[in-house]
């Protein structure tokens, strides 16, 4: 079952060049800010993919702050909803906002602190969300090509499958109420 299919993705795959190019842009910008790299972001960032589709970060930064950063450095709005779309170049940037969920999947309470510095640019620190919430975003989306990276996540990175099914059937139940949720809260946030 494909619940979240977006034929809206990069025609160009994304690797740690343009990730390092756009993460050089916004440090320019003299902002502190923390992103938190998901998904296939993650994977390449971690060297165990090649490239992805489109970049995805968790931010901590208030969305109107990050939107005007955003917009200084020159990137164009793509849509302004979950996930908030934006462009560089020809590459698609996702951010999704700390609301303590991603997709309908809630995250842990110390998902920041699960998470992995990978480094710092300037202001800018960028971690790598923890891959057991990595792999239940994914289990969320459920496209073909989350499917390999799932797999490929627990090859390379030995992931407790024991570990894995105890978390996802911790946030199975209250998942679908979450994202419904969360798209409730954007539309009257809208009005």
């Known amino acids: 079952m494909i619940m ?11 690797g740690i060049a343009e990730l390092d190019d756009f993460l050089n842009l ?3 910008l003299d902002e ?6 998901l998904g296939g972001t993650a994977m390449v960032l971690k060297g165990i993919k090649e490239s992805t ?19 200084q450095a020159g990137l164009k709005e793509k849509s302004s909803g979950i996930p908030n779309i934006w462009n560089f170049e020809d590459i698609r940037l996702d951010f999704f906002y700390d609301d303590g969920q991603i997709m309908g999947v809630p995250l842990t309470i110390n998902w920041k602190e699960d998470s992995k510095l990978i480094k710092q640019i300037g ?16 289990i969320a989306r459920a496209e ?11 090859r390379k990175e030995n992931i407790n499958f024991e570990s894995l099914k105890k978390r996802y059937y911790e946030i199975a139940e209250t998942s679908l109420i979450a994202d419904y949720d969360a798209k409730f809260r954007h539309l009257e946030r809208s009005l």
Request: aromatic share 10%; proline share 0%.
């Open 4 to 14: 979240y299919e977006d034929n809206y993705k990069n025609t160009k795959s994304t």
């Open 26 to 28: 916004i440090a320019d």
């Open 32 to 37: 502190e800010l923390e992103l938190y790299a």
């Open 53 to 71: 589709k489109d970049i995805d970060f968790i931010t901590t930064k208030d969305k109107q702050v990050l939107r005007n950063l955003l917009i």
């Open 123 to 138: 202001k800018i620190k960028l971690f790598r969300l923890n891959w057991l919430d990595i792999i239940i975003t994914k």
């Open 144 to 154: 073909n090509r989350d499917y390999e990276d799932m797999i490929t996540i627990i």
